[in-house]
């Protein structure tokens, strides 16, 4: 029980935590890399707020420290480019930057700035060889990677992403968000046939196989009303109180009889 109460909190915790528009893959965590040799960094759309097409640019700098003391080497642009949702890696390419830091642990982070605010997210960890420089690097400790940052505008985009995002067949979505469509308002009648049948095909469910740092939650979101409902006052005369009752207190003033069914007699 302990154990199933534990990965609800964890599974709640990133359900709430997935407003992003970048989720990594790779570079994996542990791995090792030298430094001369280009590195790929590969990554996909969450399906979150922001989308992947209102990102104006994203720069990727290398970094070391823990997650309490991050250090980058912001002078030292790994590079920069613009995001699509075709495009699902980018090549880090290090070997101007090996006389930042020492042999060590690094990760990256990716930078991204569009019209409705900033993001800012890491990968995992890994092992860089072949580095010349000074600064120790090092993971102080730390095996997750950095919290990240969302400061995107939401506003009422969220329903409008969630809108166009229903264009897409749920079974066809990726990510960690999915998007369903919206109930809709019951008619006045039914005009369904009267036998049950299924109306969409069912999703398959896969479960893990070996122990993972990171679990990979989905959650499903669908768009508010689409309609608004009207109130009135009802003006209809009320109803006269109902006979053969009484009230509560009255209770009090009865006599208990156990062949009752209410169990006092009546008056």
Same mark, same amino acid.
Request: hydrophobic share 30%.
């Given at each position: 029980?302990? &154990?199933?109460?534990?990965?609800?909190?964890?599974?709640?915790?990133?359900?709430?935590?997935?407003?992003?528009?970048?989720?990594?893959?790779?570079?994996?965590?542990?791995?090792? #890399?030298?430094?001369?040799?280009?590195?790929?960094?590969?990554?996909?759309?969450?399906?979150? *707020?922001?989308?992947?097409?209102? *990102?104006?640019?994203?720069?990727?700098?290398?970094?070391?420290?823990?997650?309490?003391?991050?250090?980058? #080497?912001? %002078?030292?642009?790994?590079?920069?480019?613009?995001?699509?949702?075709?495009?699902?890696?980018?090549?880090?390419?290090?070997?101007?930057?090996?006389?930042?830091?020492?042999?060590?642990?690094?990760?990256?982070?990716?930078?991204?700035?569009?019209?409705?605010?900033?993001? *800012? $997210?890491?990968?995992?960890? =890994?092992?860089?060889?072949?580095?010349?420089?000074?600064?120790?690097?090092? %993971?102080?400790?730390?095996?997750?990677?950095?919290?990240?940052?969302?400061? =995107?505008?939401?506003?009422? %985009?969220?329903?409008?992403?969630?809108?166009?995002?229903?264009?897409?067949?749920?079974?066809?979505?990726?990510?960690? *968000?999915?998007?369903?469509?919206?109930?809709?308002?019951?008619?006045?009648?039914?005009? $369904?046939?009267?036998?049950?049948?299924?109306?969409?095909?069912?999703?398959?469910?896969?479960?893990?196989?070996?122990?993972?740092?990171?679990?990979?939650?989905?959650?499903?979101?669908?768009?508010?009303?689409?309609?608004?409902?009207?109130?009135?006052?009802?003006?209809?005369?009320?109803?006269?109180?109902?006979?053969?009752?009484?009230? &509560?207190?009255?209770?009090?003033?009865?006599?208990?009889?156990?062949?009752?069914?209410?169990?006092?007699?009546?008056?």
């Amino acid at each position: 029980m302990l &154990a199933f109460y534990t990965l609800f909190l964890l599974l709640s915790f990133i359900i709430v935590g997935t407003k992003a528009d970048y989720t990594f893959t790779s570079p994996a965590a542990g791995q090792t #890399f030298a430094a001369s040799s280009p590195i790929t960094i590969k990554f996909e759309d969450d399906g979150g *707020i922001p989308a992947m097409t209102e *990102i104006t640019s994203t720069q990727v700098l290398l970094c070391t420290g823990s997650n309490s003391a991050i250090s980058c #080497f912001s %002078d030292n642009l790994v590079g920069t480019f613009t995001p699509s949702e075709s495009k699902t890696s980018y090549e880090a390419n290090l070997a101007s930057l090996t006389s930042l830091g020492s042999n060590g642990r690094y990760f990256f982070q990716f930078y991204s700035v569009g019209s409705g605010g900033t993001t *800012i $997210h890491y990968t995992e960890r =890994f092992t860089l060889t072949g580095m010349t420089g000074t600064t120790k690097a090092t %993971d102080g400790g730390d095996t997750t990677p950095p919290t990240g940052s969302n400061s =995107f505008n939401t506003g009422n %985009d969220d329903d409008s992403v969630i809108t166009k995002s229903n264009t897409i067949p749920y079974l066809s979505q990726t990510g960690r *968000i999915r998007y369903a469509p919206m109930q809709m308002q019951p008619g006045s009648k039914v005009t $369904h046939a009267l036998t049950a049948s299924r109306r969409f095909p069912t999703s398959s469910v896969t479960y893990f196989t070996d122990y993972t740092l990171r679990a990979y939650a989905i959650t499903t979101k669908t768009p508010s009303w689409s309609y608004t409902i009207s109130q009135a006052p009802n003006w209809v005369a009320t109803l006269p109180s109902p006979t053969g009752y009484y009230a &509560a207190s009255e209770a009090l003033k009865r006599t208990i009889n156990a062949k009752s069914k209410r169990g006092y007699v009546d008056l």
